[in-house]
């Protein structure tokens, strides 16, 4: 597990002890102290050992776990939401949940369509996700600061939409606020 050092300096310092007065209180050595202070991994036993010192639960002095960014259907919500916005950006990970979304529409619609023996469905759900489609490839192009000109190629069968698709995994680029 991975201790939050520069917490458990700061909680050790407010309360005006030394490393060794710390590893006498909490029965670790000395030494402990001084790597898990610099960064080291810490065993179970000795987290709860600190925790009980300073009388605090043990996962505040753990290292938060990285979250997603945003879930996916509030991304997705905010994707389609923008529909039609053709200015600002859209992170990375925003930009492939709207993509996934549309991408399950139309094989519903693809399905819809062939269980009535007709292209209907298929053709008005193209329809539906096409601006807002074009609105989120323009935001991610820019937020990877590239021209949203290269939207372009996509009218070049087959290897333009692979171009283009590559492209819109580029990472940010832009310092526009979201």
């Known amino acids: 597990m991975d201790i939050n050092s520069s917490k458990l300096r700061e909680m050790r310092l407010a309360r005006h002890w030394s490393q060794d007065q710390l590893a006498t209180l909490s029965s670790l050595n000395l030494r402990t102290i001084q790597r898990l202070e610099s960064g080291a991994k810490i065993s179970t036993e000795s ?12 996962e505040s002095l753990l290292l938060s776990v990285p979250k997603p960014n945003q879930p996916a259907l509030t991304a997705i919500h905010k994707g389609i939401l923008k529909g039609l916005e053709f200015s600002g950006i859209t992170s990375r990970a925003d ?43 323009t935001r991610r ?18 290897a333009g939409i692979l171009v283009l698709l590559y492209l819109l995994t580029y990472e940010t680029k832009s310092k526009e606020p979201r």
């Open 141 to 158: 192009l820019r937020d990877a600061g590239l021209s949203i000109w290269w939207q372009l190629i996509s009218l070049a069968p087959v």
């Open 47 to 58: 987290l709860r050992a600190l925790a009980a010192v300073f009388e605090v639960p043990v």
């Open 95 to 137: 930009f492939w949940w709207l993509a996934l979304a549309i991408t399950i529409l139309l094989a519903f619609a693809k399905l819809l369509g062939e269980a009535f023996v007709s292209p209907l469905p298929m053709q008005i759900g193209s329809l539906l996700v096409l601006l807002p489609w074009v609105a989120a490839c």
